[in-house]
């Protein structure tokens, strides 16, 4: 059984920064790619970035580029989030979700609970 | 950037009832489009795949369809676990986006 498990969310002060990740386990992680999508709290779907099964491929939306990184541990079998310059509109639930496919440009059939990141003062 | 919008934002429906939910994307592509379902507190559930390939497990009362720019999810009998907030998702090309969200609640 495929299961994803956030872990490092909380509360964090504008400018700041936090490290998510996101331990995988029912399935080949390296066959897969990963993929990070969050949610504002009553608001809609965004995703943030995506990463390939080996890893040597990664993606960022409009609003992260530059401030976030996505990587890999695939012994580990874990992917994280390095969230840096937190703004207030980066508040919301962070999802991890596994991919259809080994490259990033896919959609995603298994995802995690969330983790929630809040930043504010 | 795709833009994918969603159409009605709500919809009110009743047990038994056929609902199609529409997504239009802003420019032209092919199939590489997804549905899914999200309920309050929940992570979404996919539904559908590749317009139209249907998601492990998920109940054949889901369909969907098209191509190009306009996308539809079709609920053939709603049933009472179907009222939820559903959402499309392009995966086409970068940024990788999500509509609007349909919510579908109880007429």
């Known amino acids: 059984e495929v299961h994803l498990l956030e872990s490092g969310g909380g509360l964090v002060q504008p400018g700041g920064s936090l490290r998510l990740s996101c331990a995988a386990s029912g399935f080949i992680f390296n066959d897969y790619a990963m993929t990070w999508v969050r949610q504002a709290p009553g608001k809609g779907l965004e995703w943030v970035s995506g990463i390939s099964g080996s890893g040597a491929s990664t993606y960022y939306g409009d609003s992260v580029n530059g401030r976030f990184t996505i990587s890999r541990d695939n012994s580990k079998k874990t992917v994280h989030l390095e969230m840096n310059s937190l703004r207030a509109e980066d508040t919301g639930f962070y999802y991890c979700?596994?991919?259809?496919?080994?490259?990033?440009?896919?959609?995603?059939?298994?995802w995690g609970q969330g983790t929630l990141v809040t930043v504010s003062s | 950037d795709i833009q994918m919008t969603q159409s009605p934002s709500t919809l009110s429906a009743s047990v038994g009832d056929r609902v199609t939910l529409t997504c239009r994307a802003s420019s032209i592509f092919s199939t590489w489009v997804a549905w899914f379902q999200q309920k309050p507190g929940k992570a979404p559930r996919l539904l559908i795949y590749k317009a139209s390939t249907l998601g492990s497990g998920v109940p054949s009362r889901f369909s969907g369809s098209g191509s190009g720019t306009e996308f539809t999810l079709t609920i053939s009998s709603l049933q009472p676990d179907d009222f939820a907030t559903y959402f499309c998702q392009q995966y086409n090309s970068y940024p990788l986006t999500f509509g609007g969200g349909t919510k579908v609640q109880i007429k």
């Open positions: 979700a596994k991919g259809l496919m080994v490259g990033p440009r896919t959609s995603f059939d298994y």
